[in-house]
C-alpha cells in the first residue's frame, strides 16, 4: 500500500498514475475538491493524515512549512521501517532536519524532488533526483518506478534538493537567456519560429528552445502546470543556498533578477516570464 500526501499540480497526477499502475494510493488533502479529484483518478481518498499512512508515504507539497506540519502528524502513525519519499523541492537543510525526526521515529526520509512536470508524472516518465539511504530506496524503488523512469540516487540527505535546485536555477537562466537571444534575432529580421530549427540542430539548444518555447510559448497555450511562483521559489532557495556555501553566482543571479522582476503574477505559467522577456 502506497499513501500520497499533496494532491496540487504533481501530486494528482501522481496518484493516477499510480492508480492506473493497479497500485491505487490513500491520498490526502485538505481540499475535498482535490481529494474527490484523485478519487476520480482511481485513489483511494481518506480524511486524515493518519489514515494516509503506509510503508511508503509519497509527499508533493509546496514549501518547508507544509512538509514540517505533515511530518508533525504522520510520524506518531507510520509504522517502523515505513519509508517517506518527499518530492516536494525545499531546502536541503530542511531536509537534513526531516531526515533526523524521521530516524527518531523509526522511520526513513528521502528527498526526491523530480522534474517532468505534471505531464512527466502522469506519463510515469518522471526525473526523480535522491539523496538519503541506499538500503531505503531499494526497498522502495521498485513503487518509485511506477511514477519516475530515471531514478537518480544523488548522495546523501540533501543531495536530492541541491540537484533539483541547481537543474532548476540553470532552467531558468537557460529561459532567459533564450528569450533575449531570440528577441536579438527577431529585432535584427529573423523571428523565432526560424531560429528554432536552426538554434536546435546547432549546439545552442537547451529544453529552452527545444521543449518550452515550441510547446508552451510558441503556441501560446502556457499549460505546462509549473507556476512562475513555484520557480521564483526554487530560485530564492538556490540563492540562498550559494549564500551558505559562499558560491558566487554572478550570471544566475541576474537571470533570477528577471524572474522577481517580471510581470507575470506567481499563479501564472513559469513560460510567461520568458515571453515577457522577450517582448521587452
Not at 140 to 158: C, F, M, N, Q, W
Not at 204 to 224: H, K, M, Q
Not at 225 to 238: C, P, Q, Y
Request: net charge neutral; hydrophobic share 55%; proline share 7%.
Amino acid at each position: 500500500m502506497i499513501g500520497l500526501i499533496g494532491l496540487g499540480n504533481m501530486g494528482l497526477p501522481m496518484a493516477g498514475r499510480l492508480a492506473a499502475e493497479g497500485h491505487p494510493p490513500r491520498v490526502f488533502d485538505r481540499d475535498p475538491a482535490r481529494r474527490a479529484l484523485a478519487a476520480a483518478a482511481g485513489g483511494q481518498p481518506v480524511q486524515s493524515l493518519a489514515d494516509a499512512a503506509a510503508p511508503l508515504v509519497i509527499l508533493s507539497l509546496p514549501d518547508d512549512r507544509a512538509v514540517a506540519s505533515v511530518l508533525a502528524g504522520l510520524l506518531p502513525v507510520l509504522p517502523r521501517g515505513a519509508v517517506i519519499a518527499d518530492t516536494s523541492t525545499i531546502d536541503p537543510m530542511a531536509a537534513r532536519r526531516f531526515c533526523a525526526d524521521c530516524a527518531t521515529a523509526g522511520v526513513a526520509y528521502l528527498d526526491t524532488p523530480v522534474s517532468g512536470g505534471a505531464a512527466g508524472a502522469a506519463a510515469g516518465t518522471l526525473a526523480m533526483m535522491v539523496g538519503g539511504d541506499r538500503a531505503a530506496l531499494g526497498a522502495v524503488r521498485p513503487a518509485l518506478s511506477l511514477i519516475a523512469a530515471r531514478i537518480l540516487h544523488v548522495g546523501d540527505t540533501g543531495a536530492g534538493q541541491i540537484a533539483k535546485l541547481v537543474n532548476n536555477l540553470l532552467v531558468a537562466t537557460h529561459l532567459v537567456a533564450a528569450a533575449e537571444a531570440l528577441r536579438l534575432g527577431a529585432r535584427a529580421g529573423v523571428p523565432p519560429e526560424a531560429l528554432l530549427p536552426v538554434i536546435n540542430a546547432a549546439s545552442g539548444r537547451s529544453a529552452a528552445t527545444e521543449v518550452n518555447w515550441p510547446r508552451w510559448i510558441a503556441s501560446g497555450t502556457f499549460d505546462s502546470g509549473f507556476s512562475a511562483g513555484l520557480m521564483r521559489k526554487d530560485i530564492s532557495l538556490a540563492m540562498e543556498l550559494a549564500a551558505t556555501v559562499a558560491a558566487p553566482l554572478d550570471l544566475c543571479a541576474r537571470a533570477g533578477a528577471a524572474w522577481a522582476a517580471a510581470a507575470a503574477p506567481d499563479d501564472a505559467d513559469f513560460n510567461h516570464v520568458p515571453a515577457q522577456v522577450f517582448g521587452a
